[in-house]
T-cell receptor, first 114, second 114 residues
Framework: AQSVSQHNHHVILSEAASLELGCNYSYGGTVNLFWYVQYPGQHLQLLLKYFSGDPLVKGIKGFEAEFIKSKFSFNLRKPSVQWSDTAEYFCAVNRNTGRRALTFGSGTRLQVQP | DGGITQSPKYLFRKEGQNVTLSCEQNLNHDAMYWYRQDPGQGLRLIYYSQIVNDFQKGDIAEGYSVSREKKESFPLTVTSAQKNPTAFYLC?????????????FGQGTRLTVV
């Protein structure tokens, strides 16, 4: 079965610190990879996505992620976080065979302290 | 505006009662999904539908039922057989279920059993 693992459940950072959230998936075939963000009281929004091509993907609000196929990883990064980045972040995977729906990780709650 | 509308935003149910959550989209998407979100568990797939009059079980379908009689609508019924229904429910849609498609999410319905 396909699974998605997010290693950090709760991360606390100070403003201007760098962020890296880990995401690994278990499926070996062709995949699409996503990071979604859920700000307090708001709906789930897409931060960035990888379909194919350049493995370094840039998203909104200064976020980026790197797809490393050999490591089955898609880690999310931001050089300098802001208080407004406080939210829950979800990694998700989709593939073209088997069950055709997004599989999500358990989420990482990011708390940025001013 | 195009989007996904879930209603109601908050729902209270007595134990033993069935309740139906509404999800409507005007994005002309073929595929629709229902996820359940619980703290620390991410989003888990309940049911999904790739096309009208067709749907498949996800990872946690027990105690839930769906219908897909119209392209724009995918209601979810939480039955009395669902042992722990208190959760946040998210509906999503996408143009298809293969690779290179992106899912869009509604605002969610928070169901509480009293």
């Amino acid at each position: 079965a396909q699974s998605v693992s997010q290693h950090n459940h709760h991360v606390i950072l100070s403003e201007a610190a760098s962020l890296e959230l880990g995401c690994n998936y278990s499926y070996g075939g062709t995949v699409n990879l996503f990071w979604y963000v859920q700000y307090p009281g708001q709906h789930l929004q897409l931060l960035l996505k990888y379909f194919s091509g350049d493995p370094l993907v840039k998203g909104i609000k200064g976020f980026e992620a790197e797809f490393i196929k050999s490591k089955f990883s898609f880690n999310l990064r931001k050089p300098s976080v802001q208080w407004s980045d406080t939210a829950e972040y979800f990694c998700a995977v989709n593939r073209n065979t088997g069950r055709r729906a997004l599989t999500f990780g358990s989420g990482t709650r990011l708390q940025v302290q001013p | 505006d195009g989007g996904i509308t879930q209603s109601p935003k908050y729902l209270f149910r007595k134990e033993g009662q069935n309740v139906t959550l509404s999800c409507e989209q005007n994005l002309n998407h073929d595929a629709m999904y229902w996820y359940r979100q619980d703290p620390g568990q991410g989003l888990r797939l309940i049911y999904y539908s790739q096309i009208v009059n067709d749907f498949q079980k996800g990872d946690i379908a027990e105690g839930y039922s769906v219908s897909r009689e119209k392209k724009e609508s995918f209601p979810l019924t939480v039955t009395s057989a669902q042992k722990n229904p208190t959760a946040f429910y998210l509906c999503a849609s996408s143009t298809g279920t293969g690779l290179n498609t992106e899912a869009f999410f509604g605002q969610g319905t928070r169901l509480t059993v009293v």
